[in-house]
């Protein structure tokens, strides 16, 4: 039975004792300083709630889901197809990076490619690949929106570099303020005892079918966000959640809208729409989502336009027969704008000699230039691709104006 709602409820708070690690690298003055109860978030249920939103922003979220659909719709029509390459795979790698970036970790195009390939490109480059699988996890998992397919998006995450991936936290975690304490936090989630009623409660409200896409999702994440149930990497996490109801209302059907490039915009405005959440307003989130996705899609058509420029300009400079494997390798190269011999071979099942041929045709032609030149490992990379990633990411970076 729903429950009709004039306001939406806050955070509670609760009185919880603390004693700093004698682990804590700290003097006796600061750990005196340390001691004492703090209050951390109590999360009031949500899953039989209607949400308390006006007229405006009701038709600003009904007006966002029909543009993600119109988006998806035309990215597929225009550039889905064998002709043009992977659109899903850009998008969902620029969506990656962009997510990523708002936890401070910041990679170019060229060096997540080069992760992406298996180099070594450094641990940051590394996480946003991992955070690619996330993404995909979370498509995959679309229709299964459940806790236990929260703790395989937090796995998929961060398998192999993190313990806890795909474990609920058994500690207290907290946003902001001293490393030492929560006591000056700027947010302090719930103990760790409610963490996993608190997800169950939201995976029922994920499953609900009477709210409006771009809400469900607004609030959803805001929950997450707010329950804060992993050690590392909600944000991320969270933002994946995001594409997963997407899909599973049907909004999108094949592209990923890249809206953490959106949020990436007003990182600010984002967090302080989180604050008001807690306070007991959905109305900022709901509005920060959907302004995110505006900007994202206004984005990623450029990025879109800019990439079908590019492989039109190949068009004109490739003469190799129609049925050369150069063509083939060209559709790659718009999501992989780095590749070696082997991993050409393996991607299109031909052979080493093969692909090279096909790499040297591309290189003739100044779509690949060679940038590890080791006799063994060789790498090529497409700049035109890697400077069209790169502007999408500078583009995203920018601040909104005011006004």
């Keep these: 039975m729903r429950t009709v709602t004039t306001a939406w409820p806050a955070v509670g708070w609760e009185r919880v004792p603390w004693t700093p690690s004698r682990d804590a690298d700290v003097s006796r003055t600061q750990r005196r300083r340390h001691l004492g ?19 405006e922003t009701l038709a600003v979220a009904l007006e966002a889901a029909s543009s993600v659909t119109r988006f998806d719709e035309h990215s597929t029509a225009r550039l889905g197809g064998t002709e043009i390459g992977p659109v899903d795979a850009v998008l969902l790698r620029t969506e990656s990076a962009s997510s990523s970036q708002i936890e401070n970790l910041t990679v170019g195009a060229r060096q ?15 996480l946003v690949v991992r955070n690619v699988t996330t993404m995909r996890a979370a498509l995959a ?7 236990e397919a929260l ?14 991936a795909g474990s609920l936290r058994e500690e207290q975690m ?44 607004a609030v959803a994440h805001a929950q997450f966000e707010t329950i804060h149930p ?8 969270g933002r994946a959640l995001v594409h997963a109801l997407l899909r599973h209302q049907r909004v999108t059907e094949r592209v990923t809208v890249p809206v953490s490039a959106g949020l990436l915009s007003d990182v600010e405005g984002y967090v302080a729409a989180l604050d008001a ?8 989130i709901v509005l920060e989502l959907c302004e995110a996705t505006f900007l994202a899609i206004g984005n990623g058509s450029q990025l879109l336009e800019r990439l079908e420029a590019v492989r039109g300009e190949w068009d004109r400079r490739l003469t190799a027969r129609r ?81």
């Design 37 to 55: 109860p703090f209050d951390a978030a109590v999360v009031p249920p949500i899953a039989d709630l209607d949400v308390p939103l006006s007229r």
């Design 112 to 126: 997540l490619a080069m992760a992406a390939l298996g180099g070594s490109s450094g641990r940051d480059a590394a």
């Design 141 to 147: 998992l679309a229709d299964r929106l459940d806790v």
């Design 151 to 164: 703790l395989e998006l937090h796995a998929a995450l961060l398998h192999g570099i993190d313990p806890d």
């Design 174 to 217: 907290w946003i902001g303020g001293s490393g030492v304490c929560p006591h000056h936090a700027q947010f302090v989630p719930p103990t760790h005892g409610p963490v996993h009623e608190a997800l169950g409660d939201l995976a029922r409200f994920m499953s609900r079918d009477d709210l409006p896409p771009m809400v469900q999702a």
């Design 230 to 237: 992993f050690t590392d990497g909600n944000g991320r996490t």
């Design 277 to 284: 959440y807690r306070d007991g307003d959905p109305e900022p």
């Design 323 to 403: 049925d050369a494997a150069a063509w083939k390798v060209a559709d790659l190269l718009l999501a992989q704008p780095v590749v070696s011999t082997g991993h050409v071979a393996d991607r299109l099942g031909v052979s080493g000699r093969t692909a090279q041929t096909a790499i040297d045709r591309l290189a003739a032609a100044g779509v690949l230039t060679l940038v590890r030149k080791q006799a063994r490992n060789r790498v090529w990379q497409a700049p035109e691709v890697v400077d069209a990633l790169d502007a999408f990411a500078h583009r995203a970076g920018r601040r909104r104006r005011s006004g």
